[in-house]
């Protein structure tokens, strides 16, 4: 392929190549020496889902795979440890080492839903960083100043403000940095978030005496409330792990506004000029829902939807679950039926209103509820489970 084109093709949907002219020199070399340059895309496993906010660089990754390179897919499990403030004006605690590679695990499934697995290969940082002793990290650290370390935005931020910030907040975009640096990235792809961090990346492999690594910064995209990027931890994500229906349903909830945005970043497409905002949704989850999960559950996902929401039915098929208590609290009855990921959510859950038992809004958190078979308990507009008592009877 010419490399003007295929420089063109990389460029698709990007916010700034740093630089063009390094990466079409990476390209002319790499077909010169008849080998696959190397990609490199982190990600901290701090939530156990991928949302579509993530398939953003994921789906340039993989065309990036179709033009003949590798992806070098980094799980910081390491660096999740250490928490990365990025984008956030405080701290974002760190994970245990249990929940760290829980979330890993999930990863390593979903990933493959958009990339070429022949053509990634999976690491975790903690393979090297985990090694290096107290002497190496403050060598590492001799290669940037705090002055250096202050004019990243969210640091510069909260130091204007007096909020507090932690020395190991700094280790985070050196151990980064350092990453590509024993990966020998050639590019390394990533939200407009992740700027400093990789141009520190840079920095370091020039240090190291490599070729800086191109950096590709790619558009993030907003959550379903329209506002804040797409986040696990502000609620406003869709998991491409959901179901079917949940999926279908959070995209025909966001905001018109945002339409055309979700068109161009996750189809590649632009949004219908001539179709209502309504109808324009209806094919974007239609589409989405058949990418993750094919094209049949596309089709029923878009018939499961116009029944709840427009006939006001119940959906063909609820799944059961089993409960032994006849007597339950109703925090407790959420988590046993998979409706809520812990007894915190939960109650948030039941306070917001978002909680129905027999089409029966329930906003008590400490309501014991008396158990029949057959009940119907709904959490949220599309989750639904049918009460089984005993996992014997009903």
């Not at 029923?300 to 929401?309: A, P, Q, R, Y």
């Amino acid at each position: 392929m010419d490399f003007e084109k295929e420089l063109e093709i990389i460029r698709e949907n990007t916010v700034d190549i740093i630089s063009e002219e390094e990466l079409l020199q990476k390209l002319k070399e790499a077909h010169s020496q008849k080998r696959e340059l190397r990609v490199k895309y982190g990600a901290d496993p701090s939530a156990p889902d991928i949302h579509l906010g993530h398939t953003v660089p994921l789906q340039k990754l993989r065309q990036l795979q179709e033009l003949g390179h590798k992806v070098i897919f980094l799980i910081g499990d390491f660096t999740a440890c250490i928490g990365d403030p990025s984008g956030v004006s405080k701290t974002r605690p760190p994970l245990t080492k249990e929940d760290v590679l829980k979330n890993a695990a999930t990863y390593e499934r979903q990933i493959f839903k958009i990339l070429d697995k022949k053509k990634t290969e999976l690491v975790l940082n903690s393979k090297w960083c985990e090694g290096m002793r107290l002497s190496d990290v403050v060598k590492l650290a001799s290669h940037y100043t705090v002055a250096r370390m202050l004019e990243r935005d969210d640091f510069s931020m909260r130091f204007n403000k007096k909020e507090p910030i932690s020395i190991h907040e700094f280790l985070y975009p050196l151990i980064q940095g350092y990453d590509s640096v024993i990966l020998k990235a050639d590019i390394e792809v990533g939200g407009t978030d992740q700027r400093f961090n990789f141009l520190l990346a840079r920095e370091l492999q020039r240090d190291f005496g490599q070729d800086p690594e191109v950096v590709i910064l790619l558009p993030i995209l907003e959550g379903t409330d329209g506002k804040q990027k797409m986040s696990k931890s502000l609620g406003n994500y869709i998991g491409i792990d959901e179901t079917p229906l949940e999926i279908y349903g959070k995209l025909m909830s966001i905001p018109d506004k945002i339409l055309h945005r979700y068109y161009n970043l996750l189809l590649g497409i632009p949004c219908p000029e001539n179709s209502s905002p309504h109808e324009a949704k209806k094919r974007l989850a239609k589409e989405i829902t058949s990418i993750y999960y094919g094209e049949e559950a596309g089709r029923k996902s878009e018939e499961e939807f116009h029944k709840i929401f427009v006939r006001k039915e119940l959906p063909d098929k609820i799944p059961e679950v089993a409960i032994e208590k006849k007597e339950i609290w109703l925090v407790e009855l959420l988590v046993e039926a998979k409706l809520a990921s812990s007894r915190r959510e939960a109650r948030r859950l039941i306070v917001q209103g978002g909680v129905k038992l027999d089409n029966k809004v329930c906003t008590d958190p400490e309501a014991e509820i008396e158990l029949r078979g057959g009940m119907i308990l709904k959490v949220g507009k599309r989750r639904f489970a049918k009460i089984k008592l005993g996992g014997n009877n009903g």
